[in-house]
């Protein structure tokens, strides 16, 4: 497939890189997202500005949503602005949100009866991985289709894997975050730990990150978390939809992961204080304040 013209649509922590590699690497690139600033620095440098998704979508090879919600998702790719209006045949659609796998199965379905594809192929490495183009990127669908978007894949990131039909790699993507939801836990405890027994925490972060207990948590997250730096490379708000989507598949699956669940009540309270739209680096902020007793007692009630 010769891939010249990409539909871009979402242009936020994760996109707005994302979409400026694509545009570096020589593709023609049109631009949707709802607030048109976002997207004020990429038509400066020779995108075209979108009114809708289905503009946005029209007569382009590949189409890329990366968005914030499964409702989002479904508005952008079947809304009554969609993509789904205007894709022409044979295209591929790349959903690279992280959303839920019913969702993911249900487009791939509508848009092979429309005669193009839908594939999910959602990615992570968090906003550092989207700007240093290093993201790893996790394919359901069809796989000559995500095979097709190699030349693209190779533009924004390190590694990517095919993990099977559609959905699956929405799959895969839940259990990394099951695996961040804990890891998260441990960072912060283990910073939490090192203060209160009068080790340098900046000096044990870098040591840990050497040896076995290293983490992509510890390791890019703690030293923002020692400079008070909590603004969202990823959102607690988005962390709470992904955790929702895990927990949903557990419960259809009858499987149980209680360190899911205890963070995702610790970010539902940190949420409830006002701090959802923070990063999710500011898990630390529940480990400074009152709420552990409480959260102990409640959860130790269930």
Same mark, same amino acid.
Request: hydrophobic residues 40%; proline residues 4%; charged residues 20%.
């Given at each position: ?49 979108? $009114?809708?998704?289905?503009?946005? @979508? ?12 499964? +409702? ?32 993911? +199965? $249900? ?5 092979? @009866? ?15 991985? @989207? ?18 978007? $190699? ?6 990131? /390190? ?10 790699? +929405? ?14 836990f441990s960072a912060c405890e283990a910073i939490v ?12 972060? $870098? ?43 557990? +419960? ?10 205890l963070a995702y009540k610790a970010y539902s309270m ?30 130790? /009630?269930?």
């Amino acid at each position: 497939m010769d891939i010249k013209k990409i539909g871009f649509i979402g242009l936020g922590v994760m996109g707005a890189p994302m979409a400026g590699h694509l545009l570096d690497a020589g593709f023609e690139l049109k631009l949707y997202t709802r607030t048109k600033e976002r997207a004020e620095e990429l038509i400066a440098r020779g995108a075209t500005w979108c $009114e809708s998704p289905a503009e946005c @979508a029209r007569d382009c090879d590949v189409v890329i949503t990366i968005v914030g919600y499964p +409702q989002d998702v479904r508005e952008v790719w079947m809304g009554r602005h969609g993509a789904f209006h205007t894709m022409k045949q044979g295209a591929i659609g790349v959903d690279m949100t992280t959303s839920a796998p019913d969702l993911a +199965q $249900e487009l791939a379905q509508e848009a092979q @009866a429309k005669g193009f594809t839908v594939v999910d192929c959602p990615v992570t490495g968090g906003d550092i991985g @989207a700007r240093n183009a290093a993201l790893t990127i996790l394919c359901g669908g069809d796989k000559s289709a995500c095979d097709a978007l $190699e030349p693209i894949f190779k533009v924004l990131g /390190k590694k990517w894997v095919y993990f099977g039909g559609p959905g699956m790699g +929405q799959m895969a993507k839940a259990c990394n975050q099951v695996a961040i939801a804990t890891s998260m836990f441990s960072a912060c405890e283990a910073i939490v730990f090192a203060k209160h027994m009068g080790l340098d925490p900046a000096l044990t972060i $870098e040591t840990l990150c050497g040896g076995a207990a290293g983490s992509f948590s510890l390791q890019s997250y703690g030293p923002r978390i020692l400079k008070g730096d909590f603004a969202p490379g990823f959102k607690i708000n988005h962390f709470l939809k992904d955790m929702e989507i895990a927990l949903k598949v557990c +419960q259809n699956r009858g499987v149980s992961l209680p360190g899911l669940d205890l963070a995702y009540k610790a970010y539902s309270m940190l949420k409830q204080m006002g701090h959802g739209d923070k990063g999710t680096q500011a898990l630390y902020l529940f480990y400074s304040s009152s709420l552990i007793p409480d959260f102990i007692e409640n959860d130790a /009630k269930r």
